[in-house]
Every structure is written in C-alpha cells, then in structure tokens.
Nanobody
Framework: QVQPVEAGGGLVQAGGSLRLSCAFS????????MGWFRQAPGNEYEFVAG????????EYGDSVEGRFVISRDNDENTVFLQMDSLQPEDTAVYYC???????????????????WGRGTQVTVSS
C-alpha cells in the first residue's frame, strides 16, 4: 500500500528551525499533489502547506505564512517543509498527505487527500 513517510521532527527552541521531509513512492503514485497538516492535542487537523504536482503553485495556512516554505524534488520523490521562526504554538504532530491529482489547484482540505503518513512530532519549547 502506498504511504507517505515523514521524517525530520524533533525538539527545538522558540525561534529555531526544522526541516521536515516526506518521501512518497509505490504503486501508481507518479508525482502527486502533496500537503502538510498538523494536529495539536485536543485540536482539529490544521492545513499547513500544500504544493501542486509540478511544484508551480503553493499555498500556506494563515498561521505559518511567511515562516514556512514547502518545496518538492520529484526526482527524489520527496516533499520538504522548511519551518523557520518556530513558536510554541507550532507544537503538533505534522502529517504529510498525497493525492494522485495533476490539476492546477493546491489542495487545502484534509478530505481532498487519499494517502497519509503516520506523522512526525514537532515540539517547540519556550
């Protein structure tokens, strides 16, 4: 079964940076649309960032705009999330999601994605 695999989470002090990666492979994945979501304890899933299959378009959640950058390397079947100026409120489990979609829109809702990773914990200390 196709499943994205996240890596790169950890503990960082406020103001620091982390870079998450998500490897996707298997089946007829090809070059899917990708997204990052996060979930803090007791909260709903929150859209963090999304990128089209070709990397042309990106979108960000309001709370991370200007601090996070999503990118992809289709030769390596990997998507990245560079997170700078991290704050304690960024603490959450971060999930990578994929969908075999080659349209021009960035997918920003949880239900738009078919495949999900198991998540990686990001903890930001104050």
């Amino acid at each position: 079964q196709v499943q994205p695999v996240e890596a790169g989470g950890g503990l960082v002090q406020a103001g620091g940076s982390l870079r998450l990666s998500c490897a996707f492979s298997g089946g007829t994945f090809g070059t899917p649309a990708m997204g990052w979501f996060r979930q803090a304890p007791g909260n709903e899933y929150e859209f963090v960032a999304g990128i089209t299959w070709n990397g042309v378009r990106t979108e960000y959640g309001d709370s991370v705009e200007g601090r996070f950058v999503i990118s992809r390397d289709n030769d390596e079947n990997t998507v990245f999330l560079q997170m700078d100026s991290l704050q304690p409120e960024d603490t959450a489990v971060y999930y990578c999601a994929a969908r075999n979609y080659r349209g021009g829109r960035v997918l920003t809702v949880q239900t738009a994605y078919d495949y999900w990773g198991r998540g990686t914990q990001v903890t930001v200390s104050s």
